[in-house]
């Protein structure tokens, strides 16, 4: 069966220190990647997507970055965090168009 | 641009009471629609999958309806129970080859005991 692992669970950094969260999928081969971060009374959005290696899609303009070096895994990172950038983390994986699946999401507090 | 709302934003009911979630979008070429379950702290869970062909779906206690033409679908949630509550979210997938959702801000489910 498909597993997906994402971490820290919570991460408190500092302003203007760098970011990297990952996400790793098991139990399939080249599915699609989604970074969401969802924020208080503003939904979940989408920030960043992948349907292969190397293939990386921005949905919003922002401090962050994605990237896919393998197959199964998503990599978000910022080289200076904002307090913006505060908010709960979440990496989705699907295959086509059948339901995504998400991770347990990661709790970033930016002091 | 495409968006989804949620009505109401929450909603609490006594242990046993059949529910409505209600769930309205803009996409009128909508590909399918999702339900999700996500609880406090943690990621978001599939529940049901609409296809844009398809009327609606059922799982156990759970029956989700996509009317396209109204731009709406419900979730109905039968004999509620306590292990129920959390956050319900709908998103839309409109097709295309990004595979991606535009998701409501979803409603909280208190079912009290």
Same mark, same amino acid.
């Given at each position: 069966?498909?597993?997906?692992?994402?971490?820290?669970?919570?991460?408190?950094?500092?302003?203007? %220190?760098?970011?990297?969260? *990952?996400?790793?999928? *098991?139990?399939? #081969?080249?599915?699609?990647?989604?970074?969401?971060?969802?924020?208080?009374?503003?939904?979940?959005?989408?920030? $960043?997507?992948?349907? /292969?290696?190397?293939?990386?899609?921005? *949905?919003?303009?922002?401090?962050? #970055?994605? %990237?896919?070096?393998?197959?199964?895994? $998503?990599?978000? #990172? %910022?080289?200076? @965090?904002? @307090?913006?950038? %505060?908010? $709960?983390?979440?990496?989705?994986? #699907?295959?086509?168009?059948?339901?995504?699946? $998400? /991770?347990?999401?990661?709790?970033?507090?930016? @002091? | 641009? !495409?968006?989804? &709302?949620?009505?109401?934003?929450?909603?609490?009911? =006594?242990?046993?009471?059949?529910?409505?979630?209600?769930?309205?979008?803009?996409?009128?070429?909508?590909?399918?629609?999702?339900?999700?379950?996500?609880? =406090?702290?943690?990621?978001?869970?599939?529940?049901?999958?609409? !296809?844009?062909? !398809?009327?609606?779906?059922?799982?156990?206690?759970?029956?989700?309806?996509?009317? +396209?033409?109204?731009?709406?679908? &419900?979730?109905?949630?039968?004999?509620?129970? =306590?292990?129920?509550?959390?956050?319900?979210?709908?998103?839309?997938?409109?097709?295309?080859?990004?595979? +991606?959702?535009?998701?409501? +801000?979803?409603?909280?489910?208190?079912?009290? =005991?």
């Amino acid at each position: 069966s498909q597993t997906i692992h994402q971490w820290p669970a919570t991460l408190v950094q500092p302003v203007g %220190s760098p970011l990297s969260l *990952e996400c790793t999928v *098991e139990g399939t #081969s080249n599915p699609n990647l989604y970074w969401y971060r969802q924020a208080a009374g503003r939904g979940l959005q989408l920030l $960043f997507y992948s349907v /292969g290696i190397g293939q990386i899609s921005s *949905e919003v303009p922002q401090n962050l #970055s994605a %990237s896919r070096p393998q197959d199964r895994q $998503f990599i978000l #990172s %910022s080289k200076k @965090l904002l @307090l913006s950038d %505060s908010g $709960f983390y979440l990496c989705a994986w #699907s295959m086509g168009y059948q339901p995504q699946h $998400f /991770g347990d999401g990661t709790r970033l507090s930016i @002091l | 641009k !495409q968006e989804v &709302t949620q009505i109401p934003a929450a909603l609490s009911v =006594p242990e046993g009471e059949n529910l409505v979630l209600n769930c309205s979008f803009t996409d009128s070429a909508i590909y399918n629609l999702q339900w999700f379950r996500q609880d =406090p702290g943690k990621g978001l869970t599939s529940l049901l999958l609409i !296809q844009s062909s !398809q009327r609606e779906q059922t799982s156990g206690r759970l029956n989700a309806s996509l009317d +396209k033409s109204s731009g709406r679908s &419900t979730l109905y949630i039968a004999a509620s129970q =306590p292990g129920d509550s959390a956050t319900y979210l709908c998103a839309e997938n409109s097709g295309g080859s990004n595979y +991606k959702l535009t998701f409501g +801000k979803g409603t909280l489910l208190t079912v009290n =005991p």
